[in-house]
């Protein structure tokens, strides 16, 4: 069993800032990549940003130079901070961790952001 645990969501105005944690437990093997994906009403999930093992990060074109992904491999947790928070970005943002030889992905529970105007 993998556990993903998000925090960090809420509401906040327009131009603010927020910072999610995802922290892994229980069976942890050979964590490849973890990321950050958002779901808005009515609208597909979408990849926000994600991180490599070695460091490497990909994001949304939507969200660079705003949002910066990290991760702490010891600890096994992923981070997003968001900057210049947009109504736009109002979405429940969910924990991706793609691990083990058959990359598989696991999913948290997923976290509230809403952005106010």
């Known amino acids: 069993q993998v556990h993903l645990v998000e925090s960090g969501g809420g509401l906040v105005q327009t131009g603010g800032s927020l910072r999610l944690s995802c922290a892994a437990s229980?069976?942890?093997?050979?964590?490849?990549?973890m990321g950050w994906y958002r779901q808005a009403p009515g609208k597909q999930r979408e990849l926000v940003a994600d991180i490599t093992s070695g460091g490497i990060t990909n994001y949304a074109d939507s969200v660079k130079g705003r949002f910066t992904i990290s991760r702490d491999n010891a600890e096994n947790t992923a981070y997003l901070q968001m900057n210049s928070l947009k109504p736009e970005d109002t979405a429940v943002y969910f924990c991706?961790?793609?691990?083990?030889?058959?990359?598989?992905?696991?999913w948290g529970q997923g976290t509230q952001v809403t952005v106010s105007s």
């Open positions: 991706n961790v793609v691990m083990g030889l058959l990359k598989l992905p696991y």
């Open positions: 229980g069976s942890i093997f050979g964590i490849d990549t």
